[in-house]
């Protein structure tokens, strides 16, 4: 039997982060803001910006000394870029943070289910497994981090179930970015197990100048919680709060 959600749940969502070492970054001074905002925090991805440790422990200092609520995320594209993604994530987690890559957990009654997600295309623009044996190989990522995430999902059993990525499942939240860059900032490999294990929200990152909302095909509501992007829209405040149950 599926848990009961104590009253709602207050989430806050964001990623982006891009921590640089030693301040080179963007401010994350509102992150105080946070606890009194939210009853959980989900970060999205791209927490450092060229995946280093130094930058994980500035970081998971950071979130130690102004979050005081449960944290929930993924790791992005840019914590893989100094192939150390494995130390970025003993740190961030030795810190308190649940990084999920293909698993499922439960915060206040609220079930996550998390992966980084990857590239391919969006609707007939999906990259199909054809041709070259390195163009199979990069289909086959994306059909591995949805099956991830369709494992994941096929998990939980709590009222409300959130997905967390880093890159988008829909064409709707990128739109604002180039259109030759749609390739390369999410899949529509992702939305699948969205559709299949409906959710109460997905929240990805990723797209910088991408559009905040959107839906997926059977009407999940869809968040680009992108940094950047929330900081164009909301400057006091760039997080979304999103309120469940």
Same mark, same amino acid.
């Given at each position: 039997?599926?848990?009961v959600?104590?009253?709602?749940?207050?989430?806050?969502?964001?990623?982006? #982060?891009?921590?640089?070492?030693?301040?080179?970054?963007?401010?994350?001074?509102?992150?105080? $803001?946070i606890?009194?905002?939210?009853?959980? #925090?989900? /970060?999205?991805?791209?927490?450092?910006?060229?995946?280093?440790?130094?930058?994980?422990?500035?970081?998971?200092?950071?979130? +130690? $000394?102004?979050?005081?609520?449960?944290? &929930?995320?993924? /790791?992005?594209?840019?914590d893989?870029? +100094?192939?150390?993604?494995? !130390?970025?994530?003993?740190i961030?987690? !030795?810190?308190?943070?649940?990084? #999920?890559?293909?698993?499922?957990? !439960?915060?206040?009654g609220?079930?996550?289910?998390?992966?980084?997600?990857?590239?391919?295309?969006?609707?007939?623009?999906? /990259?199909?497994?054809?041709?070259?044996?390195?163009?199979?190989?990069?289909?086959?990522?994306?059909?591995? !981090?949805?099956?991830?995430?369709e494992?994941?999902l096929?998990?939980?059993?709590?009222?409300?179930k959130?997905?967390? #990525?880093?890159?988008?499942?829909i064409?709707? %939240?990128a739109?604002?970015?180039?259109?030759?860059i749609?390739?390369?900032?999410?899949?529509?490999?992702?939305e699948?197990?969205? *559709?299949?294990?409906?959710?109460?929200?997905?929240?990805?990152?990723?797209?910088?100048?991408?559009?905040p909302?959107?839906?997926?095909?059977?009407? +999940?509501?869809?968040? *680009?919680?992108?940094?950047?992007?929330? $900081? +164009? /829209?909301?400057?006091?405040?760039?997080?979304? &709060? %999103?309120?469940?149950?």
């Amino acid at each position: 039997m599926a848990d009961v959600v104590p009253g709602p749940v207050r989430i806050a969502a964001l990623g982006d #982060l891009h921590h640089a070492k030693s301040g080179a970054t963007a401010d994350t001074r509102f992150l105080s $803001q946070i606890s009194d905002a939210a009853d959980v #925090l989900v /970060l999205c991805g791209d927490l450092t910006d060229t995946g280093l440790p130094d930058e994980a422990h500035e970081l998971a200092q950071a979130l +130690s $000394q102004t979050v005081r609520i449960p944290i &929930v995320g993924v /790791l992005g594209n840019h914590d893989y870029e +100094s192939g150390l993604e494995a !130390e970025v994530r003993r740190i961030l987690t !030795e810190a308190g943070v649940t990084l #999920l890559d293909g698993e499922a957990c !439960e915060v206040r009654g609220v079930g996550f289910a998390g992966v980084k997600g990857f590239a391919g295309g969006f609707g007939r623009g999906t /990259l199909g497994p054809w041709g070259e044996t390195i163009v199979k190989a990069f289909v086959q990522e994306a059909v591995n !981090e949805a099956l991830k995430l369709e494992t994941a999902l096929a998990r939980l059993r709590t009222p409300h179930k959130v997905a967390v #990525l880093h890159y988008a499942p829909i064409a709707g %939240t990128a739109e604002g970015e180039p259109r030759e860059i749609f390739p390369f900032l999410g899949c529509s490999r992702l939305e699948d197990p969205i *559709n299949r294990y409906p959710v109460s929200a997905v929240f990805h990152g990723h797209a910088h100048h991408g559009a905040p909302e959107g839906r997926t095909s059977n009407g +999940s509501p869809v968040y *680009n919680v992108s940094l950047p992007l929330l $900081q +164009s /829209l909301q400057p006091n405040q760039p997080f979304r &709060v %999103t309120t469940l149950g």
